[in-house]
């Protein structure tokens, strides 16, 4: 079975340019994450869905950031515009139900890189 | 949700076994404890989860005293290819209260020759 899919692996942009990742979550799990992940530091949670629905976003800098999970499979994350600040892996996992104790199955991220 | 604290790092040789200690102390009754492993460029992946007493599996081992204010990680004659980032979760278990998941920074473990 495929596991969690992200796309693309690596992006390289000028700060004030719009950027966007996608994640393909693994067949059946209901909830999808996306973190950010800076360098020496743990995933820190930016979004997270059950199906459709964004449960908790309270971490998400809505001013520039952005996420959709249409029809409760595929995700998108967006930054618009991208700030020097927002180098990172952005990593996104997936899980059959919602909680912590619940096994998260994380894809490899997206390194970005702002200039 | 329980806030939880670990060694930033730690050495060890291969053959050697590794205790790796979280502290949790304000574990809540219905929370668990789950930890994962981080090689780099990649993203975490489970490792072992416990409520209480003793957990093993294939991989390691999670012993969790009676007050479960903390628990230990026991990585069995490691080698080289267990060096990595280890991170320590409390929360609850299949849904309950949204709350913030927060790893940490976890413990890099350094296994040497």
């Known amino acids: 079975e495929a596991g969690v899919v992200q796309s693309p692996r690596y992006k390289i942009i000028e700060k004030k340019q719009p950027v966007a990742f996608w994640c393909n979550p693994i067949s059946g799990h209901n909830t999808l994450y996306w973190y950010l992940q800076n360098l020496g530091q743990g995933p820190e949670l930016l979004i997270r869905?059950?199906?459709?629905?964004?449960?908790?976003d309270s971490q998400l800098p809505k001013d520039r950031f952005s996420a959709e999970r249409l029809k409760g499979v595929d995700s998108t994350l967006k930054i618009q515009p991208a700030e020097l600040g927002d180098s990172a892996v952005y990593l996104c996992?997936?899980?059959?139900?919602?909680?912590?104790?619940?096994?998260?199955?994380f894809g490899p991220g997206t390194r970005l890189t702002v200039l | 949700l329980a806030k939880t604290t670990q060694p930033v790092s730690m050495d060890s040789y291969e053959g050697q076994e590794v205790n790796i200690t979280c502290s949790h102390n304000n574990i809540a009754t219905n929370d668990y404890i789950t930890w994962y492993q981080q090689f780099p460029s990649q993203g975490p992946r489970f490792i072992i989860q416990g409520y209480k007493t003793k957990v093993t599996n294939e991989v390691a081992s999670l012993f969790i005293p009676a007050d479960r204010k903390s628990s230990t990680l026991s990585l069995p004659r490691v080698s080289l290819s267990d060096t990595a980032v280890y991170y320590c979760?409390?929360?609850?278990?299949?849904?309950?209260?949204?709350?913030?998941?927060?790893f940490g920074t976890g413990t890099l473990l350094a296994v040497q020759p």
């Open positions: 869905y059950e199906n459709e629905e964004a449960v908790d």
């Open positions: 979760l409390v929360g609850p278990h299949r849904g309950g209260a949204t709350n913030k998941l927060i």
């Open positions: 996992a997936s899980s059959q139900l919602a909680g912590v104790g619940d096994e998260q199955f």
